[in-house]
């Protein structure tokens, strides 16, 4: 008995040092936030055939599945990540916009300078390295947005034409405490203008 308490007092405080549970509060949780797979549909596994960016796996392999919110089943969710522009040249990335959307109906305070970008390899995803991060805190308030250009993410310089998901990983209040929750939003460089 004192060794199954000791393994949930263990479980407890490795979460609380992690910063974050796979708990999705109620406010952010949605039905595909939990269904994605990092597994491409039989379409895409066919003769090397690239996904359209709305089958594309989701979450990652390194984004917990249950604390992810992914493009596919999210018209529902009330923290999502869009884009403007999902196709688009290389040479006119700086077009390019993500936005936070923030319908949870409380305030969200995140440091906005460090999302992730992950590259799309066949099999999985590769997260890209930042050269540089900035620190830094802003607050979304309910009903409010925050955007990012393409253009300014630190691994901006590290991208070539391909297909990636852009990750913002954004704290909401849980019941108890802070969960974190990852919006995944899809786009794809091409190396021509269309």
């Known amino acids: 008995m ?108 995140f440091n906005p300078n460090d999302p992730d970008v992950y590259r799309y390899t066949g099999d999985g995803y590769d997260r890209l390295d930042r050269r540089a991060s900035g620190t830094g805190v802003t607050t979304v308030p309910p009903d409010g947005t925050h955007s990012w250009h393409l253009t300014d993410l630190p691994q901006f310089d590290r991208l070539a034409p391909g297909t990636f998901l852009f990750a913002a990983s954004v704290p909401t209040a849980g019941a108890t405490d802070t969960d974190w929750v990852t919006c995944l939003s899809p786009f794809r460089l091409t190396a021509e203008r269309g």
């Open 2 to 109: 004192r060794r199954r308490t000791a393994l949930t007092a263990l479980g407890s405080l490795v979460g609380a040092v992690a910063g974050c549970s796979t708990r999705l509060p109620p406010s952010a949780r949605t039905p595909g936030s939990a269904a994605s797979t990092d597994t491409p549909t039989a379409d895409a596994r066919t003769a090397g055939a690239v996904p359209t960016l709305d089958e594309l796996p989701c979450p990652p392999a390194a984004v917990n599945p249950e604390t992810a919110v992914c493009p596919a089943g999210r018209d529902d969710a009330p923290l999502v990540v869009r884009t403007n522009r999902r196709t688009v040249a290389l040479a006119e990335a700086e077009s390019v916009r993500f936005v936070l959307v923030n319908g949870t109906g409380e305030g969200l305070r």
